[in-house]
């Protein structure tokens, strides 16, 4: 058998030529390689090295990029990615400048459909199928891959429920492996367990909605899975393939610890060992500050429960599931019954917090509009990874929120500049508000290392002037502040500026702002997330409300879509930095 396949492999084309027996060497070289990248780059891993065989049989059987292919959230597609004709600059994953860690359609023909939200996949897959029937393409295949966590989604459902309905030459491959980023939950989940045992009660629910239902099958089975691939290409209309892989698969600590090992940071390659942390004291992360703070306030109001659609690590509310689980509940993959479910609870007078990634908080607007503010309902909000998150790129920057949160009644919006505040805005939320509140925060450190301090009560609609200047204001909102601070510090001129955490974006605080309009010649606004919409329109708006006219510089992210590099990165090329920054300030000083 000839060495080194993979260095060979530009294309399916190449891939295509093999023989059968040489796919297990090249099943072997593509994990080993995905190991090799991601243990110094970092990334995504455990989700990747669970499909490489199913990676390898998809392309060896069906013509891609003809035949359509499309990969659930992305988190899995390395191996998708090494084998059409990125190997070599596979190193640059979710680098500035390099290519992204997920499915992107500008990256290449072989990425089907963007992908970075879960559940997508059906919907997308079923689009094109009906396309290419009414275009008379009918030799076209269309491949959806989705795992187990993310088809429990409700959209992925709706999905289903059109496809089965349908003539259109769709194949749905189930990616079982009883995790997604955190372990799967739900009673799909319990059927999918009981279907593997062979113990499901009554019909497969998927032959139900009218698929053409295989398996479970060996995931990991090469030979088996070409053969079951090449069968099912003959076959018309929808079907649906159900594979058993296990997250990890080649690397025993990946295996062994799948949550950590979805996206590991640096490892050893030949152990899997964690690379150990720096040992130095640094300020905790504001979701360990949230999810700490929640158990504390947990066990002195009775009424408080939290909710997660599916992210109880990264959002560190397991730390409440672990100590106190019949008032901690995991949804799967469902934010618009996360954001129903907790205005339910809060209707019934418990005190819900609802911890939602930003990025996915923008799925359950509708929910968020009509089922909590419509209603006056008090939902706590924690949006999780608000602003820039960095590698992951465009499809999960927090950058939003703000200006479509801003235009709903009702609610309160608020940025925590430390760990202290946060705190004290989940202390303050829980004594029980009118109205429902959303609490943006970074992913990431802050900047306070003695954190745990006793909680205070902080008054709705008011900022902090945090320094008084005399020709320059700088409102800053949120962590970004620091930054805003720490340039203070460093300059010589810095009597001149003054700056103000303004804490909350709605309500405005009226009274500062009117100070500050009245007081400086100049106003800056400074943000994490979009200038459209955002703080810094709201205090243009009140600006021209009041009839004070001062030059407002709003410092934010431009109307484009950011994509993948450090947070530090980015921050310098949306020029949102400490350089932007002060680069704006000598003009205003030099002119004057």
């Given at each position: 058998?000839?060495?080194?396949?993979?260095?060979?492999i530009?294309?399916?084309l190449?891939?295509?030529?093999?023989?059968?027996?040489?796919?297990?060497?090249l099943?072997?070289?593509?994990?080993?390689?995905?190991?090799?990248?991601?243990?110094?780059?970092?990334?995504?891993?455990?989700?990747?090295?669970?499909?490489?065989?199913?990676?390898?049989?998809?392309?060896?059987v069906?013509?891609?990029p003809?035949d359509?292919?499309i990969?659930?959230?992305?988190?899995?597609?390395?191996?998708?990615k090494?084998?059409?004709?990125?190997?070599d600059?596979?190193?640059?994953?979710?680098?500035k400048?390099?290519?992204?860690?997920?499915?992107?359609r500008?990256?290449?023909?072989?990425?089907?459909?963007?992908?970075?939200?879960?559940?997508?996949?059906?919907?997308?897959?079923l689009?094109?199928?009906?396309?290419?029937?009414l275009?008379?393409?009918k030799e076209?295949?269309?491949i959806?891959?989705i795992?187990?966590?993310s088809?429990?989604?409700?959209?992925?459902?709706?999905?289903?429920?059109?496809?089965?309905?349908?003539?259109?030459n769709?194949?749905?491959?189930?990616?079982?492996?009883?995790?997604?980023?955190?372990?799967?939950?739900?009673?799909?989940?319990?059927?999918?367990?009981?279907?593997?045992?062979?113990?499901?009660?009554?019909?497969?629910?998927?032959?139900?909605?009218n698929?053409?239902?295989?398996?479970?099958?060996?995931?990991?089975?090469?030979?088996?899975?070409?053969?079951?691939?090449?069968?099912?290409?003959?076959?018309?209309?929808?079907?649906?393939?159900?594979?058993i892989?296990?997250?990890?698969?080649?690397?025993?600590?990946?295996?062994?610890?799948?949550?950590?090992?979805?996206?590991?940071?640096?490892?050893?390659?030949?152990?899997?060992?964690?690379?150990p942390k720096?040992?130095?004291?640094?300020?905790?992360?504001?979701?360990?500050?949230?999810?700490?703070?929640?158990?504390?306030l947990?066990?002195?109001?009775q009424?408080?429960?939290?909710?997660t659609?599916?992210?109880?690590?990264?959002?560190s509310?397991?730390?409440?599931?672990?100590?106190?689980?019949?008032?901690?509940f995991?949804?799967?993959?469902?934010?618009?019954?996360a954001?129903?479910?907790?205005?339910?609870?809060?209707?019934?007078?418990?005190?819900?917090?609802?911890n939602?990634?930003?990025?996915?908080?923008?799925?359950?607007?509708?929910q968020?509009?009509?089922?909590?503010?419509?209603?006056?309902?008090?939902?706590?909000?924690c949006?999780?990874?608000?602003?820039?998150?960095?590698?992951?790129?465009?499809?999960?920057?927090?950058?939003?929120?703000?200006?479509?949160?801003?235009?709903?009644?009702?609610?309160?919006?608020?940025?925590?500049?430390?760990?202290?505040?946060?705190?004290?805005?989940?202390?303050?939320?829980?004594?029980?508000?009118?109205h429902?509140?959303a609490i943006?925060?970074?992913?990431?450190?802050?900047?306070?290392?003695?954190?745990?301090?006793?909680?205070?009560e902080?008054?709705?609609?008011?900022?902090?002037?945090?320094?008084?200047?005399?020709?320059?204001?700088?409102?800053?909102i949120?962590?970004?502040g620091?930054?805003?601070?720490?340039?203070?510090?460093?300059?010589?001129?810095a009597s001149?500026i003054?700056?103000?955490?303004m804490?909350?974006?709605?309500?405005?605080?009226?009274n500062?702002?009117?100070?500050?309009?009245?007081t400086?010649?100049?106003?800056?606004?400074?943000?994490?997330?979009?200038?459209?919409g955002g703080?810094?329109?709201?205090?243009?708006?009140?600006?021209?409300?009041?009839?004070?006219?001062?030059?407002?510089?709003?410092?934010?992210?431009?109307?484009?879509f950011i994509?993948?590099?450090?947070?530090?990165?980015?921050?310098?090329?949306?020029?949102?930095?400490?350089l932007s920054?002060?680069?704006?300030?000598?003009t205003?000083?030099?002119?004057?």
């Amino acid at each position: 058998m000839p060495k080194g396949l993979l260095q060979h492999i530009h294309s399916p084309l190449e891939l295509r030529q093999l023989k059968l027996a040489e796919l297990h060497q090249l099943a072997q070289e593509l994990r080993e390689f995905i190991i090799d990248i991601v243990a110094t780059k970092e990334g995504h891993l455990g989700a990747s090295l669970g499909v490489v065989e199913l990676t390898i049989a998809l392309h060896y059987v069906f013509h891609t990029p003809n035949d359509k292919l499309i990969w659930d959230v992305g988190h899995q597609a390395y191996g998708h990615k090494i084998l059409t004709g990125r190997k070599d600059i596979f190193h640059t994953n979710r680098q500035k400048g390099g290519i992204s860690g997920f499915p992107n359609r500008s990256e290449s023909p072989y990425d089907d459909f963007g992908t970075g939200h879960s559940s997508t996949s059906i919907s997308a897959i079923l689009g094109m199928a009906l396309a290419s029937a009414l275009k008379g393409e009918k030799e076209r295949q269309h491949i959806a891959v989705i795992g187990d966590a993310s088809i429990a989604s409700g959209m992925a459902f709706e999905g289903l429920n059109h496809a089965g309905v349908t003539t259109a030459n769709v194949l749905i491959v189930l990616n079982d492996n009883a995790i997604g980023i955190d372990p799967s939950v739900g009673a799909l989940k319990k059927y999918l367990t009981n279907v593997k045992k062979g113990t499901a009660r009554q019909e497969n629910i998927f032959e139900a909605l009218n698929f053409n239902y295989s398996g479970p099958i060996d995931g990991h089975d090469l030979q088996g899975l070409i053969r079951e691939l090449e069968r099912l290409k003959t076959i018309q209309g929808p079907k649906f393939l159900h594979i058993i892989t296990t997250k990890g698969k080649g690397l025993k600590k990946a295996e062994e610890n799948q949550v950590v090992y979805h996206a590991p940071g640096k490892f050893d390659k030949l152990t899997g060992d964690l690379l150990p942390k720096s040992s130095r004291v640094e300020p905790p992360k504001y979701q360990d500050v949230f999810g700490l703070s929640l158990v504390e306030l947990a066990k002195e109001n009775q009424r408080i429960v939290g909710i997660t659609p599916a992210m109880p690590t990264g959002s560190s509310l397991k730390f409440m599931m672990e100590q106190i689980p019949e008032r901690a509940f995991d949804v799967g993959i469902a934010e618009q019954h996360a954001v129903t479910m907790a205005a339910g609870m809060a209707a019934e007078g418990l005190v819900p917090f609802c911890n939602i990634y930003s990025t996915f908080l923008q799925r359950a607007y509708d929910q968020i509009i009509h089922d909590v503010a419509l209603q006056n309902l008090p939902v706590i909000f924690c949006l999780d990874r608000a602003g820039l998150v960095g590698q992951d790129g465009a499809t999960h920057h927090g950058l939003y929120d703000i200006a479509y949160l801003r235009c709903i009644p009702n609610l309160i919006i608020f940025a925590p500049m430390n760990e202290v505040e946060l705190r004290n805005i989940m202390y303050t939320a829980q004594l029980g508000l009118q109205h429902p509140i959303a609490i943006r925060y970074p992913r990431g450190r802050g900047v306070t290392i003695d954190w745990k301090q006793k909680f205070k009560e902080i008054p709705i609609g008011i900022s902090q002037e945090l320094k008084k200047g005399t020709e320059i204001a700088v409102l800053s909102i949120g962590h970004i502040g620091n930054m805003v601070s720490q340039l203070l510090e460093d300059r010589k001129d810095a009597s001149k500026i003054g700056h103000y955490n303004m804490r909350f974006i709605k309500p405005l605080d009226a009274n500062m702002l009117t100070s500050i309009l009245d007081t400086y010649s100049h106003i800056i606004t400074i943000e994490d997330g979009c200038k459209a919409g955002g703080f810094g329109s709201a205090v243009l708006e009140f600006s021209n409300e009041i009839g004070i006219r001062k030059p407002i510089k709003i410092f934010g992210i431009e109307d484009l879509f950011i994509e993948h590099g450090t947070v530090e990165e980015l921050q310098s090329l949306t020029e949102i930095d400490m350089l932007s920054l002060n680069n704006y300030i000598n003009t205003i000083l030099n002119t004057d």
